[in-house]
């Protein structure tokens, strides 16, 4: 089925390792996003990018690289992982079409616990 | 900047009653507007959208206007069921390559 697909869906790091959460779509989406689902505070933007080869820095971008060099794919790296990104991830795509669309479709995320 | 702001829960309801979540915003623009709903342990669903004033997304029998006048963007359903219970979030967009979310609001329905 099309859609945004992430990985892993489970994870749990030990504070300043690194790792690299996946998020891919198959829907020739331009927009790609990743957010952090924290209680109490809905979800906040980390980093976002417009095509393949641009990304820009969303609400809480500080911890986390991203890049993106094909169109499908927006990995999320953490540097140095910290207890404070324990969190759910979510990537969504978007088209820039989206008043014809059904607007933004998120993958199911990514449970990370730092300890 | 932009921001959302919506009613905090948890809303806690009877089956069949009727179901209001207040939603405003503020934005420099014009943007889209958005529901979304997230069942316990899964990922956001786009419930209902509206692109323009006066605009009136629905979906599922649920509903919501966009008033530019109020900046208001409530969402309703004339009656709930034990299967809405969820968390719905209201976030616009401006330019539409991101989103920015409500906190949420946790809507529990008893039988």
């Known amino acids: 089925n099309a859609g945004v697909t992430q990985t892993p869906k489970f994870q749990v790091l030990k504070t300043g390792q690194s790792m690299t959460l996946q998020c891919a779509q198959d829907m020739n989406h331009e927009y790609m996003s990743w957010y952090r689902q924290d209680p109490g505070m809905g979800l906040r933007l980390i980093h976002y990018?417009?095509?393949?080869?641009?990304?820009d820095q969303g609400e809480v971008p500080n911890g986390y690289n991203v890049s993106r060099s094909t169109t499908e794919d927006f990995p999320l790296r953490l540097l140095s992982a910290a207890p404070s990104q324990t969190s759910v991830y979510f990537c969504?795509?978007?088209?820039?079409?989206?008043?014809?669309?059904?607007?933004?479709?998120f993958g199911s995320g990514t449970r990370l616990t730092v300890v | 900047g932009n921001s959302v702001t919506q009613m905090e829960g948890p809303v806690t309801l009877s089956e069949e009653a009727f179901l209001t979540i207040n939603c405003t915003y503020t934005a420099t623009g014009y943007p889209s507007l958005f529901w979304y709903v997230q069942y316990p342990g899964e990922g956001l669903q786009l419930l209902l959208k509206?692109?323009?004033?006066?605009d009136k997304g629905s979906n599922k029998g649920f509903e919501a206007t966009y008033r530019k006048e109020t900046t208001s963007f409530h969402l309703e359903k004339g009656s709930v069921q034990v299967s809405d219970s969820a968390v719905y979030f209201c976030a616009l967009s401006e330019g539409y390559s991101t989103l920015t979310f409500g906190k949420g609001t946790m809507l529990l329905v008893s039988p």
């Open positions: 969504a795509s978007s088209s820039i079409h989206i008043d014809r669309g059904d607007g933004y479709t």
């Open positions: 990018s417009v095509g393949a080869g641009i990304t």
């Open positions: 509206a692109t323009k004033a006066d």
